[in-house]
């Protein structure tokens, strides 16, 4: 599980979970990435844990850093292994990541400039975090060949026939503009975002667009999700 905090140096707070899909093939086969998609919320997260990790990991670690006399600002990033409702660290990251990043942002509601000046200016503890209740769930487009060998400079068309409104986003990664055109020039290409009160309809509506954009010079794990979807 990755859990997400901000903090401006005195005041720390939550900033959501996600679930990450690192291997390359379905059922969490294959070779590492940098990531075929996520989820958020994670199936893993309940009170008693959050307050577990906040105790036993965030605040020791602040504290630390504080005692070395560096007052950290920012994200904090943890990822966890869960094992019996007891969480362990497995490394830190000083930023949010990816695609968790894409999966967690678009629930937020409060603006993110407040969140940032807030932060900067050490006032986070006068500042409200609302999130929606949806869940959100992220599938990456990967170039054929990813995480080895892939074509670069390989166009993308149909990009005007996918949906996307208030609950469908669609991030850019691996993508440059040539002229008039979009090109592909990354492993990983695009990512796609679903909010849905269900994780099942949220990868249904990727799934969609995915057939819409209809390019055949990449790939996508169709499991995103699996462990918290129905079959």
């Not at 577990?52 to 850093?65: A, M, Q, R, V």
């Not at 019996?84 to 993110?112: F, H, S």
Request: proline share 3%; aromatic share 10%; glycine share 8%.
């Amino acid at each position: 599980m990755s859990y997400f905090i901000i903090s401006d140096g005195k005041t720390i707070k939550s900033f959501g979970t996600a679930q990450d899909h690192k291997r390359v093939h379905e059922g969490d086969k294959g070779q590492n990435t940098g990531g075929m998609g996520a989820y958020s919320p994670s199936r893993l997260i309940n009170n008693k844990l959050e307050k577990k990790i906040i105790e036993k990991i965030i605040n020791p670690t602040l504290k630390g850093l504080f005692e070395l006399g560096t007052k950290y600002k920012g994200f904090l990033y943890a990822g966890l292994m869960i094992v019996d409702n007891e969480p362990y660290l497995i490394e830190y990251n000083v930023r949010m990541g990816d695609p968790e990043c894409q999966t967690i942002l678009p629930k937020l509601n409060t603006d993110l400039i407040d969140i940032f000046l807030a932060c900067s200016e050490e006032k986070l503890d006068r500042i409200d975090i609302n999130w929606m209740t949806k869940k959100s769930l992220c599938v990456v487009l990967c170039s054929n060949g990813y995480p080895n060998k892939y074509k670069k400079n390989i166009k993308i068309k149909n990009l005007d026939k996918i949906n996307l409104d208030e609950n469908n986003y669609l991030f850019h990664a691996g993508t440059k503009k040539n002229k008039n055109e979009i090109v592909a020039v990354g492993g990983r290409v695009l990512s796609f975002i679903a909010l849905s009160d269900d994780f099942s309809l949220a990868r249904k509506n990727i799934h969609e667009n995915l057939k819409k954009l209809n390019w055949s010079m990449g790939f996508y794990r169709r499991d995103i999700a699996f462990k918290v979807i129905d079959k």
